[in-house]
């Protein structure tokens, strides 16, 4: 075994752990001391270590053959940094903003930025943003869940047959399953669990607008 994959972890854990230093120093950079052009240093070291976990993926399972259980996490950290962490990454900036424009006594926000928060007070808006990201998520899970089934069955027609019987569940376990491992079956249906309850709650804002908002 080679220097990556002996300490395939202890890597993935310190690009993690530069990943939102980098996001802190951004902040720092940004709001505290007005220097716009040195933060966007810290925004690119944000996506280098992002591309470098992305990297060390596609190496260890070039060089294992196998979907561990690290490459699961980082598949589910860079889904999530590339989708809805772009959305939660800016609404943290405008928060941000709003929060160090009091606590310094200037004014961060723009009037673009007023009216992003107040149209978030809208209900209507807010039912449609939350359509959006159940489908999203409902986009995302499919693709992922087809992975897994791809890598856990030989063939399109055994995976017919799970999803036309899903007696498989109540064993609990991968080996009666379209899951490879035991990593995957867990994470399918806890994720399977996860997505139902998302999907169910995002659509109550549409069912609901005006008790939701």
């Not at 990556?4 to 990943?19: D, G, H, P, R």
């Not at 928060?95 to 961060?108: A, P």
């Amino acid at each position: 075994m080679d220097f990556l994959i002996e300490f395939q972890w202890e890597l993935f854990i310190a690009a993690e752990v530069l990943s939102i230093t980098s996001l802190l120093l951004f902040g720092y950079f940004r709001y505290f001391l007005g220097q716009q052009r040195i933060s966007l240093i810290f925004i690119l070291g944000f996506i280098g270590f992002l591309i470098l976990e992305v990297l060390l993926g596609l190496y260890i399972y070039e060089r294992t053959g196998e979907f561990s259980t690290i490459l699961l996490v980082m598949t589910i950290f860079v889904i999530y940094a590339c989708t809805f962490g772009i959305a939660d990454f800016i609404r943290l900036d405008r928060w941000m903003r709003r929060k160090i424009g009091q606590f310094r006594g200037v004014e961060l926000l723009s009037k673009k930025d007023y009216n992003i928060i107040e149209r978030n007070k809208n209900p209507n808006y807010i039912a449609k943003k939350y359509r959006i990201s159940a489908f999203i998520h409902l986009i995302i899970f499919f693709i992922v869940q087809a992975i897994f089934w791809h890598l856990g069955t030989s063939s399109t027609n055994e995976m017919v047959k799970y999803i036309t019987d899903f007696s498989w569940i109540e064993t609990g376990s991968a080996a009666n399953s379209p899951y490879a491992n035991e990593t995957m079956y867990a994470i399918g249906m806890i994720w399977g669990i996860v997505f139902i309850v998302d999907f169910l709650y995002s659509i109550s804002y549409t069912i609901f607008p005006n008790k939701k908002a």
